[in-house]
């Protein structure tokens, strides 16, 4: 059955989706969106285009769903690609990707917003030449 | 035993018996209405969640995305591709698709 006007999600999926969003950004102290609709054009243009005009570009980790050409886009900002790496991006790509290809927008925005964050939280070193 | 007895004890139960695991199976699906399905129609509403971009507001009506799920057509359509002008080029970050 075809998503209809206003259902993406439901409330509840919504809200943990959210709280997904606040807990990535607590642990890694970057940006996080996520944005789920159809792209205009190029999936990977329309992502960085949206990328570039949140409030803070640099900082910013972004996940563009488009459920209508199925492709995910996860664009990192300058300051934020030192902490992700791109190979590191795309590992989180493809834990959201096999939730997608069953249908679970939620569940997989959840799982990929919750390893992206792992992922991006810089490895706090230990000094040993410090007494 | 009665006919009328013996066809409710032996079709009438069964039957019902049948509704109710159909109910039982079904309930969780009609309980979450309908969900997106890869390859099938998508008419929801484009949403956001966490920093919004410059200039959207949290209403769903979005300047952007507006328009029927039937874009795919129009993306030769120069108005639609000059969105991605003035890209960070520079950015990175990674694409799949299912």
């Known amino acids: 059955m075809p998503v209809s006007a206003g259902e993406a999600f439901t409330s509840d999926q919504r809200r943990q989706i959210d709280k997904a969003i606040q807990e990535a950004e607590r642990v890694s102290g970057r940006d996080f969106s996520v944005h789920v609709g159809p792209s205009s054009g190029d999936s990977r243009r329309t992502a960085q285009d949206l990328h570039s005009k949140l409030p803070r570009p640099g900082n910013s980790i972004l996940i563009h769903v488009d459920p209508v050409g199925r492709s995910l886009e996860i664009v990192t900002g300058e300051s934020a690609q030192h902490s992700l790496s791109n190979r590191q991006a795309a590992l989180a790509a493809i834990t959201m990707q096999s939730a997608f290809s069953t249908g679970d927008l939620a569940r997989g925005l959840r799982a990929g917003l919750q390893q992206l964050a792992q992922l991006a939280t810089p490895v706090t070193s230990l000094h040993t030449d410090t007494p | ?98």
């Open chain 2, 1 to 98: 035993m009665s006919t009328l007895h013996a066809i409710l004890l032996f079709v009438g139960v069964p039957l019902l018996i049948f509704v109710a695991i159909t109910l039982l199976v079904m309930a969780p699906s009609l309980a979450k209405g309908p969900r997106y399905r890869p390859g099938q129609g998508w008419d929801a509403e484009p949403e956001w969640f966490g920093a919004l971009p410059a200039g959207q507001s949290v209403d769903r009506s979005r300047q952007l995305e507006a328009g029927p799920p039937s874009r795919r057509q129009q993306a030769a359509d120069p108005a639609q591709t000059r969105l991605g002008e003035g890209v960070d080029e520079g950015s990175g970050g990674a694409s799949v698709r299912w």
